[in-house]
T-cell receptor, first 109, second 116 residues
């Protein structure tokens, strides 16, 4: 079961891009990278996922390195409402979504 | 309907009580999950149901008893809990089965349980 390593906390200025890194050096070929976030005392919210290629949706972009050992979630224009704990999760057919410690992102005015 | 609905939002119970948490989804999802989250910790997987059958039990104590009466409903029956069981209990569902590869979960807002 691949594990992930994320910084404990990060700050970002409102309106700037937030770049959240994640290391997953033991990821296997059929495992996806998922990002969820959890705003205080709410349920986790799905953001984006990918396997090999970079992905973009209305919320964020996901950049996965060519060796797939790390990835970066990009929130292009962070707002105060993006303040949350961001979880990077690696999961595939053999294992369910197991949350790591996550990164507390604080968007500053 | 794109939501997972959990009731009650808050529950306070004594150690001798029997209570239940309820989770409902009407998205036609085939898998449903229970997670437990302690304060300032990440969610921990408890149970997974696929096609209304229990497929994963993460060694959860028997005082927690899950039930999936139909494809839209998931219950968690609580009996003889301990104060350390106080936590946020999260329900989730997914269209895809847990072992199908890409598997996006939709979470409910959670039920906050306090055991006195």
């Amino acid at each position: 079961d691949a594990k992930t390593t994320q910084p404990t906390s990060m700050d970002c200025a409102e309106g700037r891009a937030a770049n959240l890194p994640c290391n997953h050096s033991t990821i296997s070929g059929n495992e996806y990278v998922y990002w969820y976030r959890q705003i205080h005392s709410q349920g986790p919210q799905y953001i984006i996922h990918g396997l090999k290629n970079n992905e973009t949706n209305e919320m964020a972009s996901l950049i996965i390195t060519e060796d797939r050992k790390s990835s970066t979630l990009i929130l292009p224009h962070a707002t105060l409402r993006d303040t949350a704990v961001y979880y990077c999760i690696v999961s595939g057919s053999a294992r369910q979504l197991t949350f790591g410690s996550g990164t507390q992102l604080t968007v500053l005015p | 309907d794109t939501e997972v609905t959990q009731t009650p939002k808050h529950l306070v119970m004594g150690m001798t009580n029997k209570k239940s948490l309820k989770c409902e989804q009407h998205m036609g999802h085939r898998a449903m999950y229970w997670y437990k989250q302690k304060a300032k910790k990440p969610p921990e997987l408890m149970f997974v149901y696929s096609y209304e059958k229990l497929s994963i039990n993460e060694s959860v104590p028997s005082r927690f008893s899950p039930e999936c009466p139909n494809s839209s409903l998931l219950n968690l029956h609580l009996h003889a809990l301990q104060p350390e069981d106080s936590a946020l209990y999260l329900c989730a569902s997914s269209q895809d089965l847990p072992w199908s590869g890409a598997n996006v979960l939709t979470f409910g807002a959670g039920s906050r349980l306090t055991v006195l």
